[in-house]
């Protein structure tokens, strides 16, 4: 077999993209026209996937009050595979537990020994579940090296934005 070793250089655009997906009730609101927040969450992670290399690494979890593996932690080689399992994932019951999706999204993560690791949560600011530790977790991973951003789906004034924002900013 042939092995093909990267440079350094090379090395440092080479990361591992965990992407957890809200798939709580809630996410079936309609967020615009014949859109609903879990339409918007699955085109955002499909859009992050087709941005991958083959070099990189991705995971896809789906949360409501459990983690669900979509797509677990593997080479970002075939992305149309990829985006049709994301553009699958349905909104189901309860709410996102944001710690438990965290917990599940980190464990993927640190599977990973890529350079770059970052976790990507879409979590619906209006029912953003188990908030408890959740922002101190998040400032415990990017100590380990592991990048958190989120992406609240609502408005500002949706009574859990604080905390996501909180959590971004963590």
């Given at each position: 077999?042939?092995?093909?070793?990267?440079?350094?250089?090379?090395?440092?655009?080479?990361?591992?993209?965990?992407?957890?997906?809200?798939?709580?009730?809630?996410?079936?609101?309609?967020?615009?026209?014949?859109?609903?927040?879990?339409?918007?969450?699955?085109?955002?992670?499909?859009?992050?996937?087709?941005?991958?290399?083959?070099?990189?690494?991705?995971?896809?979890?789906?949360?409501?009050?459990a983690p669900?593996?979509?797509?677990?932690?593997?080479?970002?080689e075939d992305?149309?595979?990829?985006?049709?399992?994301?553009?699958?994932?349905?909104?189901?019951?309860?709410?996102?537990?944001?710690?438990?999706?965290l917990d599940?999204?980190?464990?993927?993560?640190?599977?990973?020994?890529?350079?770059?690791?970052?976790?990507?949560?879409?979590?619906?600011?209006?029912?953003?579940?188990?908030?408890?530790?959740?922002?101190?977790?998040?400032?415990?991973?990017?100590?380990?090296?592991?990048?958190?951003?989120?992406?609240?789906?609502?408005?500002?004034?949706?009574?859990?934005?604080?905390?996501?924002?909180?959590?971004?900013?963590?």
């Amino acid at each position: 077999p042939v092995t093909m070793e990267l440079r350094e250089d090379q090395m440092r655009g080479v990361m591992a993209l965990v992407a957890v997906l809200d798939r709580s009730g809630s996410m079936s609101i309609e967020a615009g026209p014949g859109r609903t927040k879990m339409d918007l969450a699955n085109m955002g992670v499909a859009e992050a996937i087709k941005l991958l290399a083959p070099t990189d690494q991705v995971s896809v979890i789906a949360v409501d009050s459990a983690p669900h593996t979509i797509v677990p932690l593997s080479q970002a080689e075939d992305t149309q595979k990829l985006v049709k399992a994301v553009l699958r994932i349905q909104s189901m019951g309860g709410g996102i537990f944001v710690r438990t999706a965290l917990d599940a999204a980190a464990k993927q993560a640190r599977e990973s020994e890529l350079p770059t690791r970052q976790i990507l949560l879409f979590s619906d600011a209006a029912d953003s579940e188990e908030q408890k530790d959740s922002v101190a977790f998040a400032r415990k991973l990017v100590q380990e090296g592991i990048n958190v951003s989120v992406v609240g789906l609502g408005t500002p004034a949706d009574m859990d934005a604080r905390f996501l924002q909180d959590l971004a900013r963590a």
